[in-house]
Each structure stands twice: as C-alpha cells, then as structure tokens.
C-alpha cells in the first residue's frame, strides 16, 4: 500500500532521514520505533507530504506521491496525527469532525461554502465518529477545553474520518496514564478491523509491541532493525540504540518492554 524508496531528507547538516525504504502491507499495523530524534516524525511529514524528501521517492497504491501537495495526499486518503496535538481549539468537538470531513472531500473551500449548511452525510460520519471517539456527551465543547486524553482520542477520531484507508499516527499515547494506552489500544485495534492500515510511532513499548504486527527500528535516520515485535526486542543494535552501550543487555531488555 505504502512503498518509501530510498528515501533521504535532509536538514543542512542534519541527516534526519538518511536512505529509507519502508513498505506497509494493506491492513497491517507497522510500528516505527527509535530514539529522540531518530527521524520517526520526518517520516510521518515525508509520508503525508509537509517535507519533501531531499532524494527518494514515496509511492501509495502504486502511485508516485512524491510530488503532490499534502492536501492532494489526504483526499487520496493519507490521514495523520501529529505529536503535539493540533485541534482547532476553539471549535467544538463536532465542528472538529464535521469539518475535517468536509475539508477531505472538497477541500478547504468547500468548508467556506458548507459551514452554514452542514449536509446529512457529513452528519451522518461526525455523529459515528463522535461515537467512535467516545465523546457524545462532550459534542459542543469546544476541542481546546477537553482534558488531554480526551483531545488526542478526538484527533485520532478526525484523523479515521471518512474512512480514510491509511493512517499515520505519531505517538499518540504521549502523555496518557496506563488506562488511556488500554482504551488507546482498543481503539487501535477497532481501525484494523475496520480495515485501516496503520503506521504507529510510538514510545510506549507496551503498546506498540502488542498492536503492531511487524516493528521498524530506526536510529540517525536509518533502519537498524525489522521484524516481529518480540524479534525486534531480541536485537542486540536495538537493545544498544535504545541504552546508547551494549553492556547492559538486561536493562535494555527491560527498557524495550516497559
Ligand atoms: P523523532 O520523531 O524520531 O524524534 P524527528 O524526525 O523529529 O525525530 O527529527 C530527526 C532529526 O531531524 C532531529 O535531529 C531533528 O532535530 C531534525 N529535524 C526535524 N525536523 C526538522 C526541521 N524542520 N528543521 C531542522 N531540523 C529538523
Ligand atoms: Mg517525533
């Protein structure tokens, strides 16, 4: 579904991503792991077209992506979230939603001209999302005012709207308590069944060991490892990357499966 070929970004001097080539199945969940910095986000902003690579190139349903603007990647279905959660703070829950599936069908101007004329279709989608997101009784608060938890599950519901076939989610359980990564989960596993495929960053070991059906280890900008989540966790480079020495096998034994 998603190919990256030799993918490199530069930053000046910064290789952050430096020769990738990553490719995710239809319906499978592939985690991106790695350290600070390791080029995981640069990932995500190659993918969903806010970079360009400095070399390399990107296909999505055998289609060449390289070029296309990021807008032109979300109506073909490439949806996100970001690290620091980006809501449109001061509309409501169900603005949110409305709106981001009226903006991936027709675009920014067709937000303009519907805003005062919300069809039943998008209706229809907001309300199962609002549902999914478990958010009903917070539909007309506005985004900026939910608890934080609340605010990354309305993103991921933004992001899953309108059926959107691939989604890249960067580190969405940053910042949540051990019972929202469970609900977190959940919801995670609800989009695979629904037949999304998913490309998970992620910190939390936990998590994205048992969501994930196959693990991509990067570390400066290149893949040390892949393979299942409990391979990935045997790997002596990853052990290392994730401590910085090799020593202390044990400790990154345990880092990995915290
Ligand atoms: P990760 O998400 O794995 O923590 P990033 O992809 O955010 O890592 O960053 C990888 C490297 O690229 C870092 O050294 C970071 O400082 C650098 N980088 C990322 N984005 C930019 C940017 N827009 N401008 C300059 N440097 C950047
Ligand atoms: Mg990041």
Same mark, same amino acid.
């Given at each position: ?61 055998? =289609?060449? +992506?390289?070029? &296309?603007?990021?807008?032109? /990647? !979300?109506? $073909?279905?490439?949806? %996100? *979230?970001?690290?620091? #959660? ?14 981001a599936?009226v903006v991936r ?6 937000l ?66 051990? =019972?929202? +990564?469970?609900? &977190?989960?959940?919801?995670? /596993? !609800?989009? $695979?069944?629904?037949? %999304? *495929?998913?490309?998970? #960053? ?57």
């Amino acid at each position: 579904m998603l190919e990256l070929h030799n993918v490199v970004r530069h930053f000046g001097g910064i290789k952050a991503v430096d020769g990738i080539d990553l490719t995710v199945q239809s319906g499978e969940i592939v985690g991106l792991i790695g350290p600070n910095g390791s080029g995981k986000s640069t990932i995500v902003n190659l993918i969903a077209g806010l970079y360009r690579p400095t070399s390399g190139r990107v296909v999505y349903l055998q =289609e060449d +992506i390289t070029e &296309l603007a990021p807008h032109e /990647r !979300t109506s $073909r279905g490439i949806a %996100r *979230t970001f690290q620091n #959660i980006r809501l449109f703070s001061a509309l409501s829950v169900w603005q949110n939603l409305w709106a981001a599936r009226v903006v991936r069908e027709s675009g920014w101007a067709g937000l303009r001209q519907r805003w005062f004329a919300p069809e039943s279709k998008g209706r229809e989608q907001a309300e199962a999302m609002l549902e999914f997101c478990g958010l009903q009784h917070k539909r007309d608060m506005l985004a900026g005012n939910l608890a934080f938890g609340e605010q990354r599950r309305l993103e991921l519901a933004r992001a899953a709207i309108s059926g959107a076939p691939l989604l890249l989610l960067d580190e969405p359980a940053a910042g949540m308590n051990a =019972e929202e +990564i469970d609900d &977190l989960d959940q919801r995670i /596993r !609800t989009l $695979r069944a629904q037949g %999304r *495929t998913i490309l998970l #960053i992620e910190h939390h070991m936990e998590l994205v060991m048992g969501v994930s059906d196959r693990v991509v280890v990067l570390n400066f900008g290149r893949k040390i490892a892949q393979g299942m989540p409990h391979e990935v966790q045997q790997d002596p480079q990853v052990q290392a990357a994730y401590l910085g020495a090799d020593e202390d096998d044990e400790l990154a034994q345990l880092a990995l499966q915290a």
